[in-house]
């Protein structure tokens, strides 16, 4: 094990009880949260929902920073070619739209 400086080192000591109960507190949390993730996989979000999310995050601008971790996070992702069709398509939508404005 590598420790960084300042950090403590327990070496065998125990936990204190107001630890303990911290400790399982924040475990408590992320087995929730994990359950709420179960809860919510496979379902689908109604047109109705997609719209008022797409409307929500219309315009809504983000700082490079934000926009380089995305690329970086897309890098090496391949797509199939369905997928890349149906893009494709949508941006051929996107384009005649803007040319009629």
Not at 62 to 80: A, C, D, F, N, Y
Not at 89 to 96: D, G, P, T, V, Y
């Amino acid at each position: 094990m590598i420790f960084k400086k300042g950090e403590k080192i327990r070496l065998g000591k125990p936990h204190s009880e107001e630890t303990k109960r911290k400790m399982s507190k924040y475990q408590n949390r992320l087995e929730v949260k994990r359950k709420k993730s179960e809860l919510h996989k496979g379902k689908k979000h109604t047109e109705e929902a997609k719209r008022r999310i797409s409307e929500a995050m219309n315009g809504i601008k983000l700082s490079e920073e934000h926009r380089r971790k995305m690329s970086e996070l897309h890098k090496g992702v391949k797509l199939s070619e369905e997928t890349r069709r149906k893009m494709s398509e949508a941006q051929k939508c996107r384009r005649n739209q803007e040319s009629l404005e």
